[in-house]
């Protein structure tokens, strides 16, 4: 029952309520308990306070991991889920969650030598005008010509909750946070804005 639980999730097939109670218990078994110590990173205890509970955390890494074996790496998930020009480089992927005004949705920060692009990890439902079910992936593609600006933020109540902004010269904002290796994606993003 393991086994085929584990297969399950990670082709992500929907799991039932008591197979996801079953996957919680095998979980449990392998967190460390109160007596023994644990450091984590910053960036995995930001993942799990944004996220709904440990489990989430543990099936969105095993869904991701699953479909860049699949695919064969993340620059073809990037050149499967964005139209790649010839000749464009991907230079940077990071996990993060975009803020949006309905709260932070999980993704990939694309940086390449020709735009910054995010796309949700998971798949959501919209409904057309005739009412028929879409399951689509959040997607944002900022050629790096429209790019006025690139800001560092962060929380002042909060030092360690840092942000980045993308302004765009069209008036639009982007807003990042909960970024992974936050300093290197940074720089990154400042160095592809430069050279374009």
């Known amino acids: ?21 079953q996957f919680q218990k095998s979980v449990n078994r392998y967190l460390p308990g109160p007596a023994t110590q644990c450091q984590y990173s910053a960036t995995t205890s930001k993942q799990v306070k944004m996220g709904t509970n440990i489990s989430e955390t543990v099936k969105r890494k095993l869904s991701l991991g699953a479909r860049i074996l699949r695919v064969g790496g993340v620059e073809k998930v990037f050149r499967q889920f964005f139209n790649v020009e010839e000749g464009e480089r991907l230079l940077k992927v990071s996990q993060c969650y975009l803020s949006t005004t309905s709260g932070p949705l999980a993704g990939f920060l694309f940086i390449s030598t020709d735009k910054v692009a995010f796309c949700s990890e998971r798949s959501m439902k919209v409904f057309t005008q005739k009412g028929h079910m879409l399951r689509i992936r959040y997607k944002i593609v900022i050629p790096l010509k429209k790019i006025k600006r690139v800001n560092q933020s962060k929380n002042v109540q909060k030092p360690t909750q840092k942000y980045i902004e993308i302004a765009t010269v069209d008036n639009f904002n982007f807003w990042f946070m909960g970024v992974f290796k936050y300093q290197k994606t940074f720089k990154y993003l400042e160095q592809a804005v430069s050279q374009a």
Do not use: C, F, N, Y
């Open 1 to 21: 029952m393991q086994a085929s639980l584990l297969h399950e999730l990670v082709v992500g097939t929907p799991i039932i309520s008591s197979a996801h109670d």
